[in-house]
């Protein structure tokens, strides 16, 4: 009855079955101590993917502070140094798309590693450039950074517990923007201190610490829940050459005139080459990216938010920055060396911070439509302090702690609603085109902005107190516009839902 007998060494008899019971409970305590396990890794986890998605904004605030810097160093014209944002912006656009599609695949931890090993190869070879060319080479390939974030949203909504997967989403997207807080002021004091090719060596030593710390903390795959479709080579080039088509138009129109024939044919084979993709992504069975998804209203929303803000933001980063650094002689200039002029954005940091927290503790009570109009709210009311209060540092400071709090409110939000309206084998591919459309709005207001102060050039070659008043415009405009739609869509919204609740009503 319940299993044999046989005799112990002492003679006695015993049951066979009270070793499976032992062995029973030998099993059941390693279950135990693997599930009081799995939560400690999740806890690691979430830190692990926003240490690796720092490396974006450690990579982006080498750019647009350098600039300068890099034209004087290595003996080339400004326009000519811009170049390390134009090609960087390009590689960025065209590599985003294709590695979204690839981390909503089974190698997600694989894609992450190969992708900071070649942004880490990057960085040594920026720093160690014998010359211009070889430098540039350098930062195309650190625009890979700009894909990062997808891949460690896609991580996220794997791996993270239920429950926590839209804090966590949201805190990996305003990483970017807290990160250039951290990232400027670094850069600032390690080329104020040192030499430009230090703050690329400090890059590439953080690009490592990244990657030792994703090879501990990271499951390894394959994910074996992931789907295995075939990769759309035909998207991914089309939707790459388009988009390069279109930054490079946009970026190089100030310097080759709006109207001359390569702005303009360079603008029209972008336009027909995305054509093209589209009818081509309509098409195939799997797409880079899915465009249906854009027919859910929540998806199209934050897609569009993404590029109005995006530019905006970028008009208000790169004239702030601008104004920082210009000398007091010409009328708005605070004149702060490189050391001090990274610290600028440092505000910038502590209000997306803190835009987070809050929305994780209001995230009960407050829907993520109403989180956007609530972001743009703030970052019109920055662009209107920019634009009316800019000539003094506290100003500045000002101005860059209110954008913090509304870019950390909207980019919590963009990709938490695109998260919860698409499935999961969407997810990579759809935030890394709202991470892509960030890119273009980043680059078209760089392009508005370089075009106005082109216009409004002074003697001295520093753009006139005008110029920089038409810029700081645009921006807080834009911002206002994005504002206004969405808080009329907010509306429209609630007026439908309160009509159909009645409806609902009156047919029980």
């Not at 409970?25 to 926003?50: C, K, M, N, Q």
């Not at 093209?276 to 897609?303: C, D, F, M, Q, Y």
Request: with cysteine; aromatic share 8%.
């Amino acid at each position: 009855m319940g299993g044999s007998t046989r005799p112990s060494r002492n003679g006695s008899h015993r049951r066979s079955g009270g070793r499976s019971k032992v062995r029973s409970r030998f099993f059941a305590s390693s279950d135990r101590r693997h599930l009081l396990t799995e939560p400690a890794a999740r806890s690691r986890l979430i830190p692990a993917l926003v240490y690796a998605a720092l490396s974006t904004a450690i990579v982006s605030s080498l750019g647009m502070l350098l600039v300068p810097t890099i034209s004087r160093e290595m003996d080339v014209p400004v326009s000519t140094a811009q170049w390390m944002l134009t090609i960087n912006l390009l590689v960025g656009a065209i590599a985003t798309p294709a590695m979204g599609r690839l981390s909503d695949g089974p190698h997600k931890k694989r894609l992450l590693l190969w992708s900071l090993s070649i942004i880490l190869a990057g960085s040594v070879v920026a720093a160690a450039a014998p010359n211009f060319t070889i430098f540039l080479i350098g930062r195309s390939l650190q625009g890979l950074s700009y894909g990062i974030v997808p891949v460690t949203i896609a991580l996220a909504r794997r791996y993270v517990a239920a429950d926590k997967v839209q804090f966590s989403i949201s805190s990996l997207s305003v990483t970017v923007s807290t990160g250039i807080g951290i990232g400027y002021p670094l850069t600032g004091i390690i080329a104020g201190l040192f030499d430009f090719r230090f703050a690329f060596w400090f890059a590439a030593l953080f690009v490592v610490t990244a990657i030792v710390v994703v090879l501990r903390a990271v499951p390894a795959g394959p994910d074996e829940h992931a789907p295995r479709v075939p990769f759309d080579y035909t998207g991914a080039g089309l939707l790459g050459l388009g988009l390069g088509a279109f930054l490079l138009g946009i970026s190089e129109g100030p310097n080759w005139g709006w109207g001359s024939p390569w702005t303009i044919g360079t603008l029209i084979f972008a336009a027909a080459v995305l054509a093209s993709w589209i009818g081509a992504e309509l098409k195939t069975e799997h797409p880079l990216i899915n465009l249906r998804v854009l027919r859910n209203g929540e998806v199209l929303l934050a897609n569009c938010t993404a590029v109005g803000l995006g530019a905006a933001m970028y008009i208000g980063l790169s004239i702030s920055s601008l104004v920082a650094q210009a000398p007091a002689d010409t009328g708005y200039g605070i004149a702060l060396p490189v050391f001090w002029a990274g610290f600028v954005m440092f505000p910038l940091s502590v209000g997306s911070f803190g835009a987070n927290r809050i929305v994780r503790r209001l995230s009960h009570r407050i829907s993520l439509t109403g989180l956007l109009p609530a972001g743009a709210g703030m970052m019109t009311v920055a662009g209107l302090l920019l634009y009316f209060a800019h000539t003094g540092l506290w100003e500045i400071l000002t101005g860059m702690l209110v954008f913090g709090l509304g870019m950390g409110a909207s980019y919590a939000a963009m990709p938490a609603l695109i998260a919860r309206s698409v499935a999961t084998e969407e997810l990579g591919s759809s935030v890394s085109f709202n991470q892509v459309l960030r890119t273009v709005g980043s680059s078209f207001g760089t392009a508005v902005a370089g075009a106005v102060l082109a216009a409004n050039m002074a003697l001295d070659l520093h753009p006139t107190g005008a110029g920089i008043n038409a810029t700081f415009a645009i921006g807080a405009a834009l911002c206002a516009v994005v504002f206004i739609a969405l808080l009329f869509h907010k509306l429209r919204t609630r007026t439908h839902s309160s009509v159909q609740g009645r409806s609902d009503a009156v047919k029980s």
